[in-house]
């Protein structure tokens, strides 16, 4: 991983996104989903960043909005630098080279009419990088960094595994000589076993040719294996940003307690205190006033109903959206631990 002192390859600051409800005869916006509401963070070269946190917390959608998939409603993206969320459509092709996405689904994401070796030769031609002989050198040497036979360059996706097609996947992403790869939960669809060869391959990745990972996950047993830094969401907003053992050994926020608290842990002897959240997460057409996880909060107390929490500094290298220690009249956090 790159030095601490040098320049972010992915600057995201204050990101928005809101995406308007139309109603009434005349198909008004009545409302909005706030789907991302401030997202700030970094990704420096060869740095894994996580993203975690439930269902419909926002997290797909950052990484939409970095790809420039969906307009962003306010906030600033700089790649290496630059900025990007305000590029008009004939200047994005630069920035499309260098940030790839790997999607959720290993084969919808693929063409079932194309056979491997046209889907990873697609962005290679598309970027004027490799044509004729030296295309289909460039796409084997790709089915090897991936750990594909070569022999199946010329199959159709539907003659492939999960596991073997979401490794096509990685290869295309690979292909236009990337530097920073959006994993969108990359291997939710996939079995257990396939989970982890698939994680050990995007280390060996990162490893051989210095990429940079946003990996988005609800699967935090994965996570830990994989990331070097994890920003928790919650309704929009990240609750807790942390290196990987920081987080995972010393969780500030309620939030990334709770989730933690529902690891399952592969030992019979180890007993863990499960942390219970009442009620369901909030609509975020309607977010609560002051700290969003108020609803949920055992530790809730009347600051973080009416004043919302920002990120802050709290030791060891950890951010938390969080009220408690801050004020004398707080309740004990401790005994969550």
Known sequence: MSGKNERPLLEV??????????????????AKVHAVDG????????????????????????????LRLVPITDGEVFLDGERIDNLPPG????????????????FSS?????SVR??????IVN????????????VAALMDKVRLPREAMHRLPHEFSGGQRQRIGIARALA????????????????????????????????????????????????????????????GKVVELADRRTLFATPHHPYTRALLSAVPVPDPTVKRQRIILRGDVPSPINPPSGCR????????????RVDEPVLRDVGNGTQSACHLDVVPDAPAIAQAA
Do not use: W
């Open 293 to 304: 996880f108020h609803t949920r909060c055992p530790f809730v107390f009347d600051r973080c």
């Open 118 to 123: 046209d889907i990873i030769a697609e962005p």
């Open 176 to 235: 236009p000589g990337s530097d920073l790869i959006i994993c969108d939960e990359a291997v939710s669809a996939l079995d257990v076993s396939v989970k982890a060869q698939i994680v050990n391959l995007l280390s060996d990745l990162q490893d051989e040719l210095g990429l940079a990972l946003l990996f988005i996950s609800h699967d935090l047993a994965i996570v830990e294996h994989l990331t070097h830094r994890v920003a928790v969401m919650y309704l």
């Open 110 to 114: 693929l063409n079932p009419r194309q």
């Open 39 to 66: 997202v700030s963070f970094t990704i420096r070269r060869g740095e894994t960043l996580s993203v975690v946190g439930e269902s419909g917390c926002g997290k797909s959608t950052v990484g939409k909005a970095i």
């Open 13 to 30: 600051n204050a990101l928005k996104k809101h995406f308007p409800i139309h109603g009434g005869i005349f198909g008004r916006q009545t």
């Open 127 to 138: 970027f004027g990088l490799a044509s004729g002989s030296e295309l289909t050198d460039r």
């Open 91 to 106: 200047k994005l092709r630069p920035m499309r080279r260098r940030v790839q996405v790997v999607f959720q689904d290993p």
